[in-house]
């Protein structure tokens, strides 16, 4: 009986041993399987991706994009099947793979949304970088949006920026300031100088309801604006008695 037992013991302790080893060769064997796999995926991918590029970076350089802004999207996009297919429709893949990657999907809507408000900053004495870091705080979603109503994503861009609020009064102003300035003689690097050195949103507010009167205030608060003023206002009546003495103004 003690024999029987340590016979069976034995069998049983060799059939644990067994079951050890082929659990460990299954699994070994499972790892390799899946290793192939994914090597032979990512052959297939890279393989894609180099069939897709002369189709999507045309369509990328026409929204202002390079290459290598889709390339971290494309590395963490596994659609094998629509990365084949995405060279039929470049710019609907190029759509789907921002939908895939925030970071892709904000710059190319704050891409687009610089196009359209390029012109509006231009006419009021601003460009991109002055709205750029307060852009950065939008998703794509409300960029995107923004693009129906840039004039209005403007407002609420300076109602979150003092300083940008300023320099927008500033070129609205302009607007209304330079036929004043033109039509007193004078140019209008002359006014812009003084223009700049008001930091009084209230004054510059004012200004808007009352061009004219804001003007006249501006010459009197800068002495070389000022003068530049008289002098201008002074030659309809001193030239033509230079002329009478043979002078040129």
């Keep these: 009986d003690d024999l029987t037992r ?14 050890v080893y082929v659990a460990k060769k299954c699994r070994e064997l499972e790892d390799s399987r899946a290793a192939r796999k994914a090597r032979q995926f990512r052959a297939a991918k890279a393989d894609a991706i180099k069939q897709l590029q002369p189709e999507l970076e045309p369509i990328l350089r026409q929204e202002g994009l390079e290459w290598i802004d889709a390339e971290g999207a494309l590395e963490a996009y596994h659609n094998l099947e629509r990365i ?7 710019a609907a893949f190029l759509e ?5 990657s925030p970071a892709l999907a904000n710059k190319l809507a704050a891409l687009r949304l610089q196009k359209r408000m390029d012109p509006i900053l231009g006419r009021l004495g601003c460009d991109w970088s002055d709205v750029e870091p307060l852009v ?5 979603v409300a960029l995107t949006t923004a693009l129906s109503d840039a004039d209005h994503f403007l407002e609420v861009l300076a ?6 609020k300023r320099k927008l009064l500033r070129g609205r102003l302009k607007l209304q300031l330079e036929p004043i ?5 004078l140019q209008w690097n002359d006014a812009q100088l003084a ?23 501006l010459a009197g608060t800068n002495a070389l604006l000022d003068k530049k003023l008289a002098i201008a206002r002074l ?8 002329v009478k003495e043979a002078l040129a103004w």
């Design 136 to 140: 950065r705080a939008f998703d794509a």
């Design 159 to 164: 109602g979150s920026s003092e300083t940008l």
């Design 235 to 242: 030659k309809p009546e001193l030239e033509p008695l230079l």
């Design 96 to 100: 789907e793979l921002a939908g895939s």
């Design 195 to 217: 223009l700049d050195s008001v930091g009084d949103m209230t004054l510059l507010e004012s200004g808007m309801a009352e061009p004219a009167i804001f003007f006249e205030k």
């Design 6 to 19: 340590e016979v069976m013991e034995c069998h049983l302790g060799c059939l644990a041993i067994c079951t």
């Design 181 to 185: 300035v033109l039509s007193g003689g």
């Design 84 to 90: 084949r297919t995405g060279t039929g429709n470049p």
